[in-house]
C-alpha cells in the first residue's frame, strides 16, 4: 500500500517537474525570443547562506554557491542549468532526487564539504547524473569505498578531481562506469597500491596526477594513453617499464621529491620532452657505469630474464627526445657523461646542488683503439651547475657544449685561465689537454648568460671572455677579485647586463671600458666612491650604487646618462647634501629612484633623509651657509682681537722705550 502511494506520489511529483519544465522553456522562449546564447548566471559565493536560496531563476545556466554553509542539499528545478558550484560549504546530505531535474548539468563542483557521509543518499543523487563532463570532490574525507560509488554511471565523465581525500588502494572497478576520463587527479591521498587493470581500460585517459601519495615501486608502467603523470612526492624507489614494441605518448613525467637511486627506464618508444627527477637520490652509487649496470639488473629481474642481455637503460634514453631534465638536488659525485650524452635534443639540464667537485673527461671507449669517443650535448642551450663545490671541469666537456646559450656557475670553486691567443694555438692546445685547474670559456662561441657568482675568483684576466658572445655576465660575491683593466675587452660590445656587487672594489681597484650596449650595471655592496666616467658611452637603463662610499655623483655623467635612464638605486652612501645637483637632476626627469626613502645625506655634523631635503633643499644648504657664516664672524672677532692686542702692545712698548729713552737722555 504505502510502497504504490509512494510510487503514485513520484509519479505525480515526476509530471508536476514536465509542466514546470516545459512552461520554463516556453517562459524563456517568449522572454528571450529564442535567442539561447544569452548566458544567465548567478553568484551567491559567500553570503551565510545555510540554504540554497528558494526562487531561483529557471533559466540559470550557471549557479554558484560556494562558500557557504550549506548542509543539505533537496531538489533544485532549474532546467537549463550546465554548471553547479557548491565548493567550500558544510554538505553532507543530498537526497537521492537533487539532481534529477539538472537535466543539462555538465559541471559540478563538490569539493570541501563532508561528503563521506550519508554514503547511500549521496551516491543514489550522484548516480542520476551521467551527463557529467567534470566533478570535483576534493577535500571530502572520501575513503576508498565513496569514492567508487560517487563514479557510478559516468559514462561522459571527462574531467575528475579528487584531491585530498584518504584513497589507499585504487582498484580495477573504480572506473569501471566512467571510461571516457581523460584527466584524473587524485593528488594528495594516501595510495599506496594501484591495481592491475585500474587506468588501463581508460582509452581517453591523458592526464593523470598522483602526486603527493605513497607509491613506492613502479614497477610495470603500461599507460600508452597516457601523456601527463605526475607522481612527484611519493616515495618512488624505481620507475620501470616492460620492454615492448608499443608507442606510448608520455610526454611529461613529474618524479621529483622520491627517493628514486637510478634513472627511469621509460618506455623505450616514447615522445617523453619533460622530465623532472629533482630531489631524488639518483648518483648514490659511485661510479656512472655501476650505476647504469645496477639499473640494466634491476630492469632484467623485474623482466625475469636471467642474464643481463644488454644494456637497455642506454638504448632506451637514446631514443629518448627529451627537451628538459631537472636532475637538481640528487647526489651525483661525478657527472654522467655517457648517459646524458645520449640525448640529442636535451636543451636544459639543471645539475645544480649536486656534489661534483671535478666534471672529468672520462669516457670509455668502445673499441681498443685508443682513439676517443666524439661526444656531444649538441643541443643544450641551458646548463645549470649551482653549488656543486666544482674546482675542475675539463675542457673537452666544455668542447662539447656547442650550443650553450646559459652557464650557472653560481656557488662553486671554479677559477679563471688566461687568454690564450690562437697565435700560440700550439701551447693552447697543450693548456688544453693539461689537467689545469682553471676554466676558459673562449671555446664557448654560443654563450651569452654566465654567471660566475660566489667563486672565490682571484682573478680576472685580459680578454677572459673573449670570443664568447656575452650578453650578461654576474660577477658578483667574488671578495678577493681582482679585476684586470682589460678582463672585458672582447665582450664589451656585446655585455647588456652586468653584476659586480659585493667585491670589495674600490674606484681604483674597478676601471670598465666603453660598454655600448650595457643597460644594466649592479655595483652595489663595495667601497666605490666614483662612477667609473667610461659609463658615458653605455645606455643605462637601470643602475645599482647601494651600499658604497658615494659622496656625490658626477653631475655631467649622471646629466648624459639620464637619456636612457630609468631606475636607480642609491640608498645606504654618505652623500654630501651640498653637492647635489645630480639627484634634483635625476628627480626632476623623474627617473624612478626606489629606496629614496631610505636614503641619507651629510650636512656638517647632521644626518638628512633624502625625502625631506628634496621637498626643501635650501633649509638644509642654508644651515649650512649659516655655520660658514657663524665661523667667518669668530675669526673675524679673533683678527680684530689679536689686531687689538698687538697694537695696543706696540703701543705700549713704544711709550716704554720713549719714556726709558728720555730717561737716558
Ligand atoms: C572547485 O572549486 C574550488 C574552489 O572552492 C576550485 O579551487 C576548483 O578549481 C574548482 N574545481 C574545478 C574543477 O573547477
Ligand atoms: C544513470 O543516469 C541516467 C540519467 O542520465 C538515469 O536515467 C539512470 O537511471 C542512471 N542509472 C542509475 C543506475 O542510476
Ligand atoms: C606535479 O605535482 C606537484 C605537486 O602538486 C606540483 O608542484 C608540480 O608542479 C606538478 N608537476 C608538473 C609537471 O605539473
Ligand atoms: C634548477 O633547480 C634549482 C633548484 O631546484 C632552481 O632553483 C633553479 O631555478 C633551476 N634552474 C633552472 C635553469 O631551471
Ligand atoms: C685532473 O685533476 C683532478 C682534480 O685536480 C683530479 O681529480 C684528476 O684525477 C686529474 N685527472 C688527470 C687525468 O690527471
Ligand atoms: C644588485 O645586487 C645585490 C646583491 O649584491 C642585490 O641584492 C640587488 O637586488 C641587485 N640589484 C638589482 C637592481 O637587481
Ligand atoms: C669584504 O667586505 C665584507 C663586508 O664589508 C667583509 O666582511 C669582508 O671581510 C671583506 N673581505 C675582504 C677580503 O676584504
Ligand atoms: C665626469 O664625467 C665626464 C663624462 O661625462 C668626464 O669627462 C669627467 O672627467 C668626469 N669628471 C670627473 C671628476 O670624474
Redesign the pocket.
Known amino acids: 500500500m504505502s510502497n504504490r502511494s509512494s510510487s503514485r506520489g513520484r509519479m505525480v511529483r515526476h509530471m508536476f517537474f514536465n509542466l514546470l519544465l516545459l512552461w520554463s522553456l516556453i517562459y524563456d522562449v517568449y522572454i528571450t525570443g529564442l535567442t539561447h546564447d544569452d548566458p544567465k548566471e548567478q553568484s551567491w559565493n559567500n553570503q551565510n547562506l545555510d540554504s540554497v536560496p528558494q526562487d531561483l531563476d529557471v533559466r540559470l545556466r550557471r549557479l554558484d554557491l560556494s562558500n557557504n554553509f550549506i548542509r543539505q542539499l533537496h531538489t533544485l528545478v532549474l532546467p537549463r542549468l550546465e554548471q553547479l558550484d557548491l565548493s567550500s560549504n558544510q554538505l553532507d546530505l543530498i537526497s537521492e532526487g537533487a539532481f534529477e531535474n539538472l537535466a543539462r548539468l555538465e559541471e559540478l563542483n563538490l569539493s570541501r564539504n563532508a561528503l563521506n557521509n550519508n554514503l547511500g543518499s549521496n551516491s543514489k543523487a550522484l ?5 557529467l563532463t567534470s566533478l570535483d570532490i576534493s577535500m571530502n574525507g572520501l575513503s576508498d569505498n565513496a569514492a567508487e560509488l560517487y563514479l ?2 559516468k559514462s561522459s565523465l571527462d574531467q575528475l578531481k579528487m584531491t585530498g581525500n584518504t584513497l589507499t588502494r585504487l582498484s580495477h572497478s573504480l572506473f569501471q562506469e566512467s571510461k571516457g576520463l581523460r584527466a584524473i587527479s587524485i593528488d594528495d591521498n594516501l595510495i599506496s597500491v594501484i591495481e592491475q587493470g585500474t587506468f588501463e581500460p581508460l582509452s581517453q585517459l591523458e592526464m593523470l596526477n598522483l602526486a603527493k601519495n605513497n607509491l613506492a615501486h613502479i614497477c610495470d608502467f603500461k599507460l600508452h594513453q597516457v601523456k601527463y603523470l605526475n607522481l612527484s612526492r611519493n616515495s618512488v624507489e624505481f620507475f620501470v617499464t616492460r620492454e615492448d614494441d608499443q608507442s606510448y605518448r608520455l610526454e611529461i613525467l613529474d618524479l621529483s621529491f622520491n627517493k628514486l637511486l637510478y634513472f627511469p627506464i621509460v618506455p623505450k618508444i616514447n615522445s617523453l620532452k619533460y622530465l623532472d627527477l629533482q630531489n631524488n637520490m639518483v648518483g648514490t652509487l659511485n661510479s656512472e657505469a655501476a650505476m647504469v649496470t645496477e639499473a640494466n639488473s634491476l630492469f632484467s629481474e623485474i623482466m625475469n630474464e636471467t642474464i643481463v642481455r644488454k644494456n637497455n637503460l642506454h638504448s632506451i634514453w637514446r631514443q629518448m627526445p627529451l627537451i628538459y631534465l631537472d636532475l637538481s638536488y640528487n647526489h651525483f659525485r661525478s657527472f654522467p657523461l655517457e648517459t646524458l650524452g645520449l640525448l640529442s635534443s636535451l636543451e636544459t639540464l639543471n645539475f645544480s646542488y649536486n656534489c661534483l667537485q671535478n666534471i672529468i673527461w672520462n669516457i670509455r671507449n668502445y673499441s681498443d683503439s685508443g682513439n676517443r669517443r666524439q661526444l656531444f650535448f649538441s643541443s643544450l642551450k641551458h646548463l645549470d651547475l649551482q653549488s656543486n663545490g666544482l674546482v675542475y671541469i675539463s675542457q673537452l666537456f666544455l668542447n662539447a657544449l656547442t650550443q650553450i646559450d646559459t652557464l650557472n656557475l653560481q656557488d662553486n670553486s671554479v677559477q679563471l685561465c688566461a687568454f690564450m691567443d690562437h697565435l700560440e694555438s700550439s701551447e693552447s692546445t697543450q693548456r688544453i689537454n693539461h689537467n689545469t685547474s682553471c676554466v676558459a670559456f673562449e671555446q664557448l662561441q654560443t654563450l651569452k648568460h654566465l654567471s660566475l657568482k660566489e667563486n672565490n675568483i682571484e682573478t680576472l684576466h685580459p680578454n677572459t671572455f673573449q670570443e664568447t658572445s656575452l650578453v650578461s655576465l654576474n660577477l658578483a660575491r667574488n671578495p678577493h677579485m681582482v679585476m684586470h683593466v682589460s678582463a672585458l675587452d672582447g665582450v664589451q660590445t656585446t655585455l647588456s647586463s652586468l653584476i659586480i656587487s659585493e667585491t670589495n672594489m674600490t674606484s681604483s681597484d674597478l676601471s670598465l671600458p666603453c660598454m655600448p650596449a650595457l643597460t644594466l650595471l649592479n655595483i652595489s655592496n663595495n667601497y666605490l666612491d666614483v662612477i667609473p666616467s667610461s659609463l658615458s658611452c653605455s645606455p643605462l637603463r637601470e643602475m645599482d650604487i647601494r651600499n658604497n662610499r658615494f659622496v656625490s655623483l658626477n653631475y655631467s655623467l649622471i646629466h648624459a646618462l639620464s637619456v636612457h635612464l630609468n631606475v636607480v638605486y642609491i640608498s645606504g652612501n654618505y652623500f654630501n647634501c651640498c653637492d647635489s645637483k645630480w639627484l634634483k637632476t635625476l628627480n626632476e626627469l623623474k627617473i624612478n629612484l626606489p629606496d629614496i626613502t631610505e636614503t641619507e645625506c651629510f650636512s656638517g655634523d647632521s644626518r638628512v633623509k633624502m625625502t625631506d631635503y628634496l621637498k626643501s633643499s635650501s633649509v638644509y644648504c642654508v644651515f649650512h651657509r649659516k655655520t660658514q657664516e657663524v665661523h667667518i664672524v669668530q675669526m673675524f672677532i679673533i683678527a680684530s682681537f689679536v689686531f687689538v692686542i698687538i697694537t695696543v702692545f706696540i703701543v705700549f712698548t713704544r711709550k716704554l722705550c720713549s719714556t726709558e729713552r728720555s730717561f737716558i737722555v
Not at 548516480?127 to 551527463?131: K, M
Open positions: 548516480r542520476s547524473i551521467s551527463r557510478r554511471n
